[in-house]
Structures are given as C-alpha cells and as structure tokens.
C-alpha cells in the first residue's frame, strides 16, 4: 500500500521559516514532489526531489532522504500569501500517476 | 495560453442524475487524470489515461465513468451510483516522464441538490 503523513496544520510568523514535513512508506519510488493549493483553487508545482539532498528555489528548499523515506518543504523569509495546504506527493514508479498525502494547511500570522 | 481548463467551475446535481465534468488540454501532454479532494482527505485518484482509447481505473472509481477519444480531452462521468458525489473535482496532465509533475486545471466544485 501507499501512506503519505504529513502534519495538519501548521502557524508560522510572517518573516519567519517553517519547515514541512512529508514520510512516505510507498511500494517503490521515483520522485517526490510539493505542491502549494490556495484554498479553492488548483495545486500548483512547487519542487521535484528524485536523489537525496536539498533542492533550492528562490524562498522555497525541498529535501530528500531516500532512506529514511523522509522530504521536508523550506519556506524561508514568510510571506501572508504563503498561507495555503502544501500537498507532498510520491511517484512510485514508472510514470504511475501521484499518490498525495492529505496537505499542510499553513497559516502565516502577523 | 497553454493550460488545463475544466468546466464548469460549479456545478450542481439532482438525486438520480448522472453530469458530466469537461477536462481539456492544450499543452500536448500524453497522460491525463481525474483527482477527488474532500476536506481532510486529500486528492484521491479516480482514473487515469496515459494514452488516448485507454484508461486506467484509480484507487476510487466506482461510481464515475471517463473518456479517451481526442488526445486533448478527457471528461469524466458521475453516475447516480456514486452516494456521494459532492466535493472538488480535480483534472490534471502530464508529459509522460517520471521527473515532470502533473499540471492541474482549476476544478470544478460538485453539489447535491
């Protein structure tokens, strides 16, 4: 079977970093990636991580373990428009379509 | 513009009536799919095609039915079967490679009448 586990929700300060973390226990793998959803709207491409490290983009770092089935999302520097679900999601193998863990609903407070 | 547009943004469904959700894509992506997210659930897949005259069934296809005959579309069938039906609705596409993500269109919201 597929589990991805992801925390509820979290708060952050604006200004501030916050870390998201993502475990997954998957019958395979083939990449991992962050999607950021504002409420009602679509997920839209945040990272990809397929070889263990961190990954930067701009105020977003993605990380990867392999073995530890573990990937965490890097907000840096918060921003009020940051406030949204980050969806973790696997590729188990091949081009199988993404199998999402259940979001992290993130709220950035003044 | 290149995109994923699904139609439309809401919809609403009597007892007993079978809709149909319009997914289509203009960015020449191979693979399609049908995603469902309730509150606290996530998005659970329903179908997916990976080439056009051939679908897959997802992890929650009973109830829904689906389409493959253009490259371009894939629309998606909620059947009377389906208890329960209301939530967002979710279409999605992808180029094929392992390493490229899944591009989503902007949903269409169901509800029971």
Redesign the interface.
């Known amino acids: 079977g597929q589990n991805i586990d992801q925390p ?1 929700e979290m708060t952050a300060t604006e200004g501030a970093i916050v870390q998201i973390n993502c475990t997954y226990q998957t019958s395979g793998f ?2 991992l ?1 962050w ?1 950021q959803q504002h409420a ?6 945040l990272s ?1 991580n ?1 070889l263990d490290g961190l990954e930067e983009k701009g105020r977003f770092s993605s990380f990867l373990s392999r073995s530890k089935g573990y990937s965490y999302l890097l907000l840096k520097e918060l921003q009020m428009k940051d406030s949204a679900s980050y ?1 973790c ?1 696997v ?1 188990a193998s ?2 199988t ?7 992290t609903r993130l709220s950035v407070i003044a | 513009d290149g995109g994923i547009t699904q139609s439309p943004k809401y919809l609403f469904r009597k007892e007993g009536q079978n809709v149909t959700l319009s997914c289509e894509q203009n960015l020449n992506h191979d693979a399609m799919y049908w995603y469902r997210q309730d509150p606290g659930q996530g998005l659970r897949l329903i179908y997916y095609s990976q080439i056009v005259n051939d679908f897959q069934k997802g992890d929650i296809a009973e109830g829904y039915s689906v389409s493959r005959e253009k490259k371009e579309s894939f629309p998606l069938t909620v059947t009377s079967a389906q208890k329960n039906p209301t939530a967002f609705y979710l279409c999605a596409s992808g180029q094929g490679a392992p390493h490229q993500p899944q591009h989503f269109g902007d949903g269409t919201r169901l509800s029971i009448l």
């Open positions: 509820t083939n990449g990636f999607y009602g709207e679509a997920p839209t491409f990809y397929v969806l999601a590729r091949g081009n379509p993404l199998v999402f863990g259940k979001g």
